[in-house]
């Protein structure tokens, strides 16, 4: 019989409602009963196209065994990361003190009625293997030490709870000085320089951080200038990349970017498109670059673009070969055996793959499979786009150009029933995020500014349109739309990263003259009066996660600050009100930046390399600068500038650059217009 969680609009929570655990939503009764009951709390937080949160639901989720147990012992609760990250947040913070790593599933055991954990973990095996106990000993092991070593239990419960509050306690600094600029440039640059062992994730906002460092004149400059051009090119070229259809996966699971794990998301798509658009526009136009991008933006048309106009979250890593299969198979949808190869192309194809693929008959991923890498940037020759096309009507049962749109297999059901005319594909999670909508606007919005993609520009404008159409309710915005159905109220990073998304459309429109910019500045300027009143700490500044309305049920209020796959809202937050203050002319959206900057002064002096987006915002704090011109700009990389096309400069002249409270003569040639400009942008050399 199924549990609770069978009718959530979650698709997370739905893989899990068949399940012989007696899940609960996060929900007040849930608590309410746990405290009444003095049971532990047995939370589990995950999202739909994690694929160990996947095995997790198929092996110990799946036994009675530890289902009684559990249901007996313990309220078990399971919350999907992507509707509540805040919650998320606090209990990694957490489970990262305990073991030193962190990571999805995020499986955490609380104290009934304070919440407060006292023992954690991330995926644990229906036996025992791996190094790690079986999860039903963990179970019995975690019981027994709650109702017998009560003096050990309240020790670890009132270390943690110390942590987790003195994590809150931020120290402004006074004067914000440019040697802070150059310490977190350099800092945050070595994470794109230094070659790790293991996995190789995108890490945009340390990308983003890296690119506006290499414009300054250091000893260092021609390295970072490097390393930005390298992330690109690992990027596009990679296996990270899919080369047939189009959209980046989630990371490699090596360090040399061939193998990754295959889910794509939203978040990771909508930066990179940014930062490769941003790239070519600060000088360095690789082909590649342009290739990844058009092929992004046909994927998430192609796949993940409702008809109301707004994008899809994810698309699973796994995939059913066969519609008999019991599970389905990690990256199956975008991998190739040798012999599939040769016979789907001619000898001539083959042989032009193989040399731009590098392709064996052993392969490079498990069982004799292939993951497209390409071993060299530049044009790919109309043969191997021939073959590529021929993979392509191999996996979606038509060739590309003739396939606009392609439906969401929403879950596993429809992937195994619906008559796909080519592979079964991964399940996709058709949610709509405020947040990581936003991300992707901006991406298109800038690649759109970069390449002069008025088609960019429309993608981006229609989710836009509809977040601003559907997404608030009395008078709040939400995070989360369920195919019509809002839920959620918005957390910072909504607020943050949607008042960029206005911000990046009001900028694009103006370059593509498109008669939009002055909705979109009206847009951001509301959000931003919202955002304020809501989510501001009046005391200290910055913004905290979420309203006090969902705070009263979380064991923290946090000013999140630490980046992750995604930038922390209060580095780009900061960076908005930066931008607004130059094209709104109003200073007091700088006074309010300039305290926020002050409010993380200490974090960014301390934990320089866990916070780039912080550095962004203290880049645009330091070099903020407005161009007025008639000349064309929209193709150039401008990091800490906002760009107004513009007639109305002074005769004769053919632009005006102000920076800070001041502007400089008129520029009268373009050439003197740059020079201007590159001034402006590095007047405090790092």
């Known amino acids: 019989m199924p549990n609770r969680l069978a009718h959530s609009a979650s698709l997370y929570l739905r893989k899990h409602a068949d399940n012989p655990i007696d899940w609960w939503p996060w929900c007040e009764e849930a608590l309410e009963r746990a405290a009444q009951e003095n049971k532990p709390i047995f939370l589990s937080v995950g999202y739909s196209s994690c694929h160990w949160c996947t095995v997790m639901e198929g092996e110990a989720f799946s036994n009675s065994e530890i289902a009684k147990y559990m249901n007996a012992q313990y309220i078990p609760i399971k919350v999907d990361r992507e509707e509540r990250p805040d919650i998320d947040s606090i209990y990694m913070q957490a489970v990262q003190a305990m073991t030193g790593q ?55 419960k009132e270390k943690l709870s110390g942590h987790l509050q003195s994590s809150t306690v931020l120290n402004p600094i006074g004067d914000l000085q440019p040697e802070l600029l150059s310490k977190g440039i350099a800092k945050n640059t070595t994470v794109l320089i230094n070659k790790m062992p293991g996995p190789s994730f995108p890490m945009m906002p340390y990308a983003a951080i890296a690119l506006h460092g290499s414009r300054f004149s250091t000893p260092d400059q021609e390295k970072a200038q490097q390393a930005c051009r390298q992330r690109g090119l690992d990027l596009a070229l990679g296996g990270i990349y899919d080369h047939v259809a189009g959209g980046f996966h ?64 994810a698309q699973d890593a796994d995939n059913f070969v066969t519609t008999a299969d019991i599970e389905p198979e990690e990256g199956r949808f975008y991998t190739w055996t040798d012999s599939e190869l040769t016979h789907l192309l001619t000898t001539e194809e083959y042989a032009a793959m193989a040399e731009i693929f590098n392709l064996s008959a052993q392969g490079n991923f498990e069982d004799g499979l292939t993951v497209l890498q390409r071993q060299q940037p530049g044009v790919i020759s109309e043969t191997v786009e021939e073959a590529l096309r021929k993979l392509f009507q191999v996996r979606y049962g038509e060739r590309p150009e003739s396939l606009t749109t392609f439906p969401p297999a929403t879950n596993n059901q429809v992937a195994k029933t619906h008559p796909w005319p080519g592979r079964i594909p991964p399940v996709t999670d058709t ?15 800038r690649a759109a500014a970069v390449f002069q ?9 229609k989710a836009a349109r509809f977040i601003l159409d559907q997404q608030w309710s009395e008078g709040r915005l939400h995070r989360v739309n369920y195919d019509g159905e809002i839920a959620v109220i918005a957390q910072s990073e909504d607020y943050a990263l949607l008042i960029k998304a206005f911000l ?91 305290q926020a900057l002050q409010t993380f002064g200490q974090v960014m002096g301390s934990s320089t390399q866990a916070c780039p987006s912080l550095f962004v915002a203290l880049d645009w704090y330091f070099h903020h600068t407005s161009i007025r011109t008639s000349a064309d700009l929209a193709s150039t990389y401008l990091p800490t500038a906002v760009y107004s096309p513009s007639s109305e400069v002074p005769t004769g002249a053919i632009g005006l650059v102000c920076q800070g409270f001041r502007c400089l003569e008129p520029a009268m040639t373009m050439a003197e217009l740059h020079q201007q400009i590159s001034d402006s942008l590095t007047r405090h050399q790092v």
């Open 250 to 313: 989630r990371y490699t699971v090596d360090p040399t970017w061939t193998v990754p794990h295959f889910e794509k998301m939203l978040y990771d798509n909508g930066q990179i498109v940014e930062y490769l658009a941003n790239l070519w526009s600060a000088g360095v136009k690789e082909p590649a670059f342009e290739r990844a991008i058009a092929g992004t933006v046909a994927w998430l048309q192609r796949e993940m673009t409702a008809e109301a106009g707004y994008f899809y979250a």
């Open 431 to 445: 949610k709509m995020i405020v947040a990581w909508n936003s991300l992707m606007i901006s991406g298109l919005a």
């Open 102 to 156: 962190g990571g999805w599933p995020l499986n955490m055991f609380l104290s009934p009625g304070d919440l407060v954990p006292f023992y954690g973990g991330t995926y644990f095996p229906e036996e025992p293997r791996y190094g790690r106990p079986g999860f039903l000993q963990v179970l019995e092991a975690i019981r027994s030490f709650y109702d017998t070593e009560k003096e050990k239990l309240d020790t670890q």
């Open 504 to 594: 990046d459309l009001h900028q694009a429109s103006q370059s593509l003259a498109v008669d939009q910019a002055s909705r979109w500045l009206e847009a951001a300027q509301t959000t931003q009066a919202e955002f304020d009143e809501h989510l501001w700490a009046v005391e200290g500044g910055g913004y905290f996660n979420t309203g006090s309305e969902m705070s009263e049920e979380l064991l923290i209020r946090e000013r999140s600050w630490l980046d992750n796959a995604t930038p922390a809202a209060n580095g780009v937050a900061i960076a908005n009100l930066i931008r607004l203050s130059l094209v709104c002319d109003r200073t007091e959206y700088l006074s309010q930046a300039e």
């Open 453 to 461: 993609q008025p088609d960019y520009l429309a993608l981006a404008t």
